[in-house]
């Protein structure tokens, strides 16, 4: 791992609240990154388990916060939205915008009018701010504090963020009764240091206890790198996450926070997830279809939902009560999975509810388990024959064992209905293979123009990806402009193949290329479709690893005919590759015919979902190897 070590700030200034200088306002580039569109000049947050007299506990967070707009694009940093739990509260909440005009420093203070609380679900509320007057070049203060009864609720100490940091510190101060569990991540070493402090208590328990305090800081933070196929950079940023473990006072208490997945198992069966997945009524029907082929039964029966209950395309993961979701026609991911669930139990299939941790929301942290690690729901089907697969019954683009590619996870936790039996662990990225086969039927005209169609099949995760891309495009035409661009050939007509709740879709493009020709030589490009390029992973070093979207089987074929006027000068040379570091190989090998035709053949397989930062390098040696395979040329000279 790349360890970067701390620097001196870059922007010297005073770091008392309300200190803001001109100097700060007029600051036009921030020199250690000056591509940046803002920057924190000060990001403090200080986390205290306070203890009274009687050993009462709650916590408070301190929030300060220095923000420098340097680029139209970097005004989003102001916009605040934060979560906290029921039992907590956020207070003093001070916000003041720094704008030069006329050559005066002139302050803006946000009106507490503006500062807007809502029930996000039953347990969880928000509060949400933005700071006025914004502009380029505006300097921004924010400051709040949240006190919350959850002491062992301590929130992570984030030391770098998606924009640079000119001064980062962050601390925990705790007393020595209470024992924590700390963890540290990143590529950066921030400064640590320890400190304690006697404190005297008015009790018959415990006279006094010493406070501790762990604090952590960095200079010229660098963004955490928005590197190219990295779904969640954010999982790599320095931060230090604790766990409170136990609180222990001698002869009085003992008590042990850390929680294990039992304990989870435990808190999620107190919520309406599984009664949800389960239940029995009239109302639903109208959703039951005739048994068949249990794939399609159970197809037709997510179409008859989806039907009648339209998906207001959040994913998240404990649905409504599904009778007044149906009522309403609208719900979200979990609440139309709880739907189709209720319905196929009903039918005598077995459905349970699976919890997962989306792939761009980071892994799930083994060192601090807790319920809310999970994001989504999805669905274990197990049919009355005996099979089992999965499903999100929410997305048109999905389908049985189809699953968005954000939730293709190692680690996907199963709550059988039955509550006499155990949540168990089921790995998903099995599901993850995309298949894919393009072929392409040429024919070099008398002309020298070459004609002729490119064919499409796409199955299991190949065919969820072209799906959304052509549902998020929004049109035929506007999806083959998108598969044109860049390449060689022009798209005379095109036939789209694909249903809307499906696990194929296919394509055909009639086309027509022209070849390069120099003298009596003609060198025509086999290559019609490239979806891989050597620009994909620029050089340099990598601090994030390289994830893929899906795991990837592609051939391609292309055959070319050839006229009798012709004849072949040289082909495309013969390829075979494999990677070091991860599982992927390649192959590329093209053959004349005895019928005057001419066949390339092109493979590649993926087999690795990431591939580690240590071992950039060596995908980039690969990707050149590969993408040298698409500059191949038929080389064909007139007789």
Same mark, same amino acid.
């Given at each position: 791992m790349l360890v970067v070590a701390a620097q001196g700030q870059a922007v010297k200034l005073n770091p008392?609240?309300?200190? *803001?200088?001109?100097? #700060?306002?007029?600051?036009?580039?921030?020199? !250690?990154?000056?591509?940046?569109? +803002?920057?924190? %000049?000060? =990001?403090?947050? =200080?986390?205290? %388990?306070?203890? =009274?007299?009687?050993?009462? %506990?709650?916590?408070?967070?301190?929030? /300060?916060?220095?923000?420098?707009?340097? @680029?139209?694009?970097?005004k989003d940093v102001t916009d605040y939205k934060i979560l906290y739990s029921q039992d907590g509260y956020i207070s003093n909440v001070r916000v003041t915008t720094y704008n030069m005009s006329d050559g005066k420093l002139v302050k803006t203070k946000l009106d507490r009018k503006y500062v807007f609380r809502e029930k996000v679900t039953d347990n969880t509320f928000s509060c949400s701010f933005t700071a006025p007057e914004v502009r380029v070049g505006s300097v921004v203060e924010v400051a709040y504090e949240i006190k919350t009864e959850r002491f062992w609720d301590i929130p992570e100490l984030v030391l770098q963020r998606s924009y640079p940091s000119n001064m980062v510190s962050a601390s925990l101060e705790y007393p020595d009764f209470i024992h924590v569990n700390r963890m540290a991540r990143g590529y950066l070493t921030p400064v640590y240091k320890e400190s304690q402090l006697a404190k005297s208590l008015r009790n018959n328990v415990i006279p006094s206890c010493l406070l501790i305090t762990e604090s952590y800081s960095l200079n010229d933070v660098p963004a955490i790198p928005r590197e190219v196929s990295s779904l969640c950079p954010s999982q790599y940023r320095c931060a230090v996450s604790y766990e409170v473990s136990g609180v222990?006072? !001698?002869?009085?208490?003992?008590?042990? /926070?850390?929680?294990?997945?039992?304990?989870?198992?435990?808190?999620?069966? #107190?919520?309406?997830?599984?009664?949800?997945?389960?239940?029995?009524?009239?109302?639903?029907?109208?959703? /039951?279809?005739?048994?068949?082929?249990?794939?399609?039964?159970?197809?037709? *029966?997510?179409?008859?939902?989806?039907?009648?209950?339209?998906?207001? =395309?959040?994913?998240?993961?404990? !649905?409504?009560?599904?009778?007044?979701?149906?009522? +309403?026609?609208?719900?979200?991911?979990?609440?139309?999975?709880?739907i189709v669930a209720s319905v196929l139990n009903g039918m005598g299939y077995t459905v349970s509810p699976v919890l997962l941790r989306k792939r761009s929301s980071g892994l799930l942290a083994n060192f601090y388990v807790r319920t809310d690690a999970f994001t989504s729901m999805i669905l274990k089907i197990e049919t009355p024959s005996g099979t089992s697969c999965y499903m999100d019954a929410a997305p048109d683009y999905g389908y049985i064992d189809v699953l968005p590619p954000d939730f293709l996870v190692d680690e996907a936790r199963v709550y059988p209905l039955d509550s006499n039996k155990p949540a168990y662990w089921e790995k998903l990225t099995s599901r993850a293979m995309a298949a894919s086969v393009f072929s392409a039927d040429a024919r070099l005209q008398e002309n020298g123009t070459v004609t002729g169609t490119i064919g499409l099949r796409a199955m299991g995760a190949a065919s969820c990806l072209i799906r959304q891309t052509r549902d998020e495009l929004g049109s035929d035409d506007a999806y083959f402009e998108h598969v044109e661009e860049g390449e060689s050939f022009e798209t005379l007509s095109?036939?789209?193949?694909? @249903? !809307?709740?499906?696990?194929? +879709?296919?394509?055909?493009?009639?086309?027509?290329?022209?070849?390069?020709?120099?003298g009596d030589h003609l060198y025509v490009k086999p290559f019609l479709i490239t979806q891989y390029h050597k620009g994909d992973f620029p050089p340099g070093e990598r601090v994030t690893p390289v994830d893929f979207i899906v795991l990837e089987n592609m051939t391609y074929i292309y055959k070319l005919a050839i006229p009798d006027g012709f004849q072949i000068e040289q082909l495309p040379p013969a390829a075979s590759i494999r990677a070091n570091g991860f599982k992927a190989t390649a192959l590329c090998r093209t053959v004349a015919n005895e019928d005057g035709t001419i066949t390339l053949t092109f493979a590649f397989r993926n087999n690795s979902l990431q591939v580690p930062a240590a071992n950039y390098q060596d995908l980039r040696a690969f990707w050149e190897q590969l993408c040298n395979m698409f500059e191949g040329t038929i080389v064909l000279k007139r007789k």
């Open positions: 008392k609240a309300g200190q *803001v200088s001109d100097a #700060e306002v007029m600051m036009d580039v921030y020199q !250690p990154d000056t591509t940046a569109a +803002a920057v924190y %000049l000060i =990001d403090k947050c =200080d986390v205290t %388990l306070r203890t =009274d007299d009687v050993l009462g %506990l709650d916590l408070l967070v301190n929030v /300060y916060q220095r923000i420098k707009i340097l @680029k139209e694009s970097g222990t006072i !001698p002869g009085f208490v003992h008590r042990s /926070y850390s929680m294990k997945w039992p304990d989870v198992d435990k808190q999620v069966r #107190e919520t309406n997830i599984i009664s949800q997945c389960s239940v029995k009524g009239k109302f639903l029907e109208p959703f /039951y279809v005739e048994p068949g082929e249990e794939k399609t039964t159970i197809a037709n *029966v997510r179409n008859a939902v989806v039907s009648a209950v339209k998906w207001d =395309d959040t994913f998240n993961m404990i !649905p409504e009560n599904i009778r007044d979701v149906v009522k +309403a026609g609208k719900g979200s991911s979990a609440s139309i999975n709880a095109y036939e789209y193949r694909a @249903k !809307p709740y499906d696990n194929k +879709a296919e394509f055909t493009i009639e086309f027509q290329q022209a070849p390069v020709s120099g």
